[in-house]
């Protein structure tokens, strides 16, 4: 089982990253997934989920109206589309797959900074 986070770097205020999230080794369209973000001497957090069916999706206040998860179940890829970037968001982006066994990737850097 993997799962490989890619598209992290470093980005000015109000600029655009577009995170993905690569599965393997597991039925992908059956697990809900999620990306998470940790921030230096800070808890990991939940940023956006989105069901393994439907469009269903949630995201947390802090990302709400700003970014967009969204997946293909074709590719065993999940996306999290992040526009109008803060510096509040640099963190570690962590994407997670839970249907009752839980599996981690091993995160992607995203700097917000000037």
């Known amino acids: 089982v993997q799962l490989v986070e890619s598209g992290g770097g470093l980005v000015q205020p109000g600029g655009s990253l577009r995170l993905s999230c690569v599965g393997s080794?597991?039925?992908?369209?059956?697990?809900?997934m999620t990306w998470y973000r940790q921030a230096p001497g800070k808890e990991r957090e939940l940023v956006a989920r989105?069901?393994?069916?439907?469009?269903?999706?949630r995201y947390s206040d802090a990302v709400k109206g700003r970014f967009t998860i969204s997946r293909d179940n074709a590719k065993n890829t999940v996306y999290l589309q992040m526009d109008s970037l803060k510096p509040e968001d640099t963190a570690v982006y962590y994407c997670?797959?839970?249907?009752?066994?839980?599996?981690w990737g091993q995160g992607t850097q995203v700097t917000v900074s000037s």
């Open positions: 080794g597991f039925t992908f369209s059956r697990y809900v």
């Open positions: 989105i069901l393994s069916i439907g469009p269903h999706t």
């Open positions: 997670n797959a839970l249907y009752g066994l839980d599996y």
